[in-house]
């Protein structure tokens, strides 16, 4: 691994480094999260060790991951996981939680302006997102032959980056109130989101981006029923209402109304 670590180094110094200086500064990592300065103009020597923080944080914020962390690092309470995970000093969580803002915002950017251009949408909040671009659309002027500054658009949209979770079928702005993974997490008992509940969810919104992954799912299920001489009669109608209703998903999207082949 250690290698693998140094091939990485030395292909991102390959990109990125400029005739001045390497991407990948010239310093010597000595422990665990710790680094001194070498005056020798030697590339960084990675180990695993280096990482062991970061995969630290990583697991004890993933679901489970404070017990989780404390198995696989041998503490004998969880507590001693916590404590030993903490908050990264290099601000480490602040850089993901900041990046992760950038990039929602960078999307709802993406789906403001092809909304704007005319792009179908579809889900139960489709018309309540639709209707909150317009009342943008109108503070801003941003009528055809009229360019709106990028910033202020991005000012107008931050809010609805709190709501917005991007999806691979559909995206959710969710509103706990209406949410159907919500209702149905609290008698059953797990963890959010459901995504198999999504496309009915009044919380769901689905744009041109989402089309080619809908139809990949509607054709596993038309394949799986090609083949379904064995399956039971259950799963056979499972998989055909399966396929109406991505057909259906898929149709909304198009302007014609029908499905894509």
Request: hydrophobic residues 40%.
């Amino acid at each position: 691994m250690n290698l693998r670590l140094e091939r990485f180094r030395d292909h991102v110094n390959e990109l990125f480094s400029t005739p001045e200086a390497f991407f990948i500064p010239h310093d010597v990592a000595t422990g665990d999260d710790e680094e001194d300065t070498n005056d020798d103009g030697m590339l960084w020597d990675f180990d695993t060790r280096q990482f062991r923080k970061t995969l630290v944080w990583h697991i004890a914020h993933q679901p489970f991951g404070i017990v989780a962390g404390a198995r696989q690092f041998h503490h004998a309470k969880t507590i001693m996981f916590e404590g030993y995970a903490g908050t990264s000093a290099s601000g480490f969580a602040a850089e993901v939680a900041a990046e992760e803002a950038v990039a929602k915002l960078d999307y709802l950017e993406d789906l403001y302006r092809d909304w704007n251009d005319g792009g179908r949408t579809g889900g139960g909040a489709a018309q309540r997102i639709d209707a909150e671009f317009d009342r943008i659309r109108r503070e801003l002027g941003d009528l055809p032959g009229v360019v709106a500054r990028p910033s202020r658009l991005r000012t107008m949209l931050r809010h609805l980056t709190k709501v917005l979770h991007p999806g691979v079928l559909n995206d959710c702005f969710f509103q706990p109130a209406v949410a159907v993974c919500a209702k149905r997490a609290k008698p059953l008992g797990r963890p959010l989101p459901m995504i198999n509940m999504c496309s009915v969810c009044p919380n769901s919104r689905r744009t041109a981006v989402h089309l080619p992954r809908l139809a990949m799912v509607r054709d596993q299920a038309r394949d799986a029923l090609d083949g379904s001489a064995e399956l039971p009669p259950l799963q056979k109608i499972a998989l055909t209402n399966h396929v109406t209703d991505f057909d259906q998903l898929i149709a909304e999207l198009h302007e014609d109304g029908a499905p894509c082949a």
